[in-house]
T-cell receptor, first 115, second 112 residues
């Protein structure tokens, strides 16, 4: 089954303790991205990657890091989490055509709480 | 900067009604537009993708239209069912095709 897999689904952590949320896709998609969803603010892009070793900032990158060493994986790293990073996080991937992305597939989400 | 607005924010209808959800965007230079469904606390499920060269797409009881010149898309749901209850999100691709901008969503409840 074609899918984007995120782990963990739920995570409660303390301020300042480094964490990584993993994302993996099995569709051989070139493009991957991370979003966070907050009440009243909707979905906002954190980082995206057009291909291996190519990453760029989205709208809200502060406090986050990413890496794209392999095509299928795109982990989201919070070096020093803070309570304002409590949110629902989604990873997405998309096929690239000659002119742009075609069809996004989203993971099931990771609900992160930072206390 | 692209802004996407969805109206209404919430909608409650009796089962069996046909309904229309609206999405408007400020920059008509878009690449594609995609409609998603999100159940509470869950991920996004793709419903329909409309390429910029297309005017509409259909899947079962769903029909989505796109009018780039006026900056609008509509999602038509025929013969609504309680299982259609969810939040519906419209997402616009930027012209470079590498970024999505989401609307705030329409929360739909279909009552039996």
């Amino acid at each position: 089954e074609a899918q984007v897999t995120q782990n963990p689904r739920y995570l409660i952590t303390v301020t300042g303790k480094k964490l990584t949320v993993t994302c993996s896709q099995n569709m051989n998609h070139e493009y991957m991205s991370w979003y966070r969803q907050d009440p009243g603010l909707g979905l906002r892009q954190i980082y995206y990657s057009m291909n291996v070793e190519v990453t760029d900032k989205g709208d809200v990158p502060e406090g986050y890091k990413v890496s794209r060493k392999e095509k299928r994986n795109f982990p989201l790293i919070l070096e020093s989490p803070s309570p304002n990073q409590t949110s629902l996080y989604f990873c997405a991937s998309s096929k690239r055509t000659g002119t742009g992305n075609y069809g996004y597939t989203f993971g099931s989400g990771t609900r992160l709480t930072v206390v | 900067k692209q802004e996407v607005t969805q109206i209404p924010a919430a909608l409650s209808v009796p089962e069996g009604e046909n309904l229309v959800l609206n999405c408007s965007f400020t920059d008509s230079a878009i690449y594609n537009l995609q409609w998603f469904r999100q159940d509470p606390g869950k991920g996004l499920t793709s419903l329909l993708l409309i390429q910029s060269s297309q005017r509409e797409q259909t899947s079962g009881r769903l029909n989505a239209s796109l009018d780039k010149s006026s900056g609008r898309s509509t999602l038509y749901i025929a013969a609504s069912q309680p299982g259609d209850s969810a939040t519906y999100l419209c997402a616009v691709y930027n012209n470079a095709g590498n970024m999505l901008t989401f609307g705030g969503g329409t929360r739909l409840m279909v009552k039996p």
